[in-house]
Antibody, heavy 121, light 107 residues
């Protein structure tokens, strides 16, 4: 079955860290760029970060640059998001998403169900 | 950063009616534009991308058009399952950016 399954969300205090995971199945994970996208409660969608298929290229939104790190393990078909120095405005549902292209910036044609991260004291 | 602006913010329509949603980019994105549908409590779903590509499993009543800075998503005959929020997204340049969304609600 072609799917993405996120895990690792929860409630965390401001300034603390959290790591999200996204397990991929049903497609050749190592062929595609992968994204993290977030959605604050009642708000729209925001791209957070992207990683190329081999992990060599990464980009971040200014809002998370220097605090978040994206990585992947192609041997485990898993995508990660390490989130440090969390702030209240990082509270959101975090989706992992698969790029529809084998290279370059792309749309996303497969999304996980999302995992909620709540930053609160 | 390329700013994407969607209009209207809310569209009220009846089942069977035609719906036209607009998306404008602050600078040219060529044809690197995608449309997504999101229902409450669900992840976004890709509808349409590029110059003329409909995503897998999307009904033929959904179509997209446009290039450069002006884009349109058309739903030819609204069905009950089409009432949702629709987002456009440019993938011409990083950071990838979404529009603010158009909510299609039942009139």
């Amino acid at each position: 079955q072609v799917q993405l399954v996120e895990s690792g969300g929860g409630v965390v205090q401001p300034g603390r860290s959290l790591r999200l995971s996204c397990a991929a199945s049903g497609f050749t994970f190592s062929n595609y760029g992968m994204y993290w996208v977030r959605q604050a409660p009642g708000k729209g969608l925001e791209w957070v970060t992207v990683i190329s298929s081999d992990g060599s290229n990464k980009n971040y939104a200014d809002s998370v640059k220097g605090r978040f790190t994206i990585s992947r393990d192609n041997s485990k078909n898993t995508l990660y998001l390490q989130m440090n120095s969390l702030r209240a405005d990082d509270t959101a549902v975090y989706y992992c998403a698969k790029g529809g292209c084998t290279s370059g910036n792309c749309y996303s044609n497969l999304w996980g169900q999302g995992t909620l991260v709540t930053v609160s004291s | 950063e390329i700013v994407m602006t969607q209009s209207p913010a809310t569209l009220s329509a009846s089942p069977g009616e035609r719906a036209t949603l607009s998306c404008r980019a602050s600078q040219s994105v060529s044809t690197k534009l995608a449309w997504y549908q999101q229902k409450p409590g669900q992840a976004p779903r890709l509808l349409f991308y590029g110059e003329s590509s409909t995503a897998t499993g999307i009904p033929a009543r959904f179509s997209g058009s446009g290039s450069g800075t002006e884009f349109t998503l058309t739903i030819t005959s609204l069905q009950s399952e089409d009432f949702a929020v629709y987002y456009c997204q440019q993938y011409n340049d990083w950071p990838l950016t979404f529009g603010g969304g158009t909510k299609v609600e039942i009139k």
